[in-house]
């Protein structure tokens, strides 16, 4: 989509009730952040809009390719995200998997390098892990 509409779009959310959202334009029209290069963001929080680039390379990461990110069938990915989760896979998909772990962060904490921390904490924990795996077994009760 077009980068010109996170704007428009973070306001509409605000006028539709939200009190955060964090709109991207990823670079090459991706719809999440990536380590390819600058990424165009609309915050919204507390009914105030502020639209910036944010760029990986800010905080530390590597520029990546946008083919390193790709995946594969259901269980090839279920594989990817759980050796990311475990700590188990230092690629640029895990970075860009804590930059939009960050993004929904970045919602409650209100500053994107706070929640960079706390989605580094939670996967270097083991904690990211643990809750996937609650869920899993929550699912199969059901």
Sequence with gaps: FDADLTEPMAHVLGELG????FIVHGYDGLDELTTSGPNRVSHLQAGHVTTYELDAADYGFARGDANALR????AENAVILRAI?????????RDVSLLNAAAALTTHTGDF???????RQSLDSGAALAKLEALVAASRQA
């Design 71 to 74: 995946g594969g069938d259901p």
């Design 18 to 21: 939200s009190t955060a959202a």
């Design 85 to 93: 989760l475990a700590g188990q896979d230092d690629s640029p998909r």
């Design 113 to 119: 390098g706070d929640a960079l921390a706390l989605a």
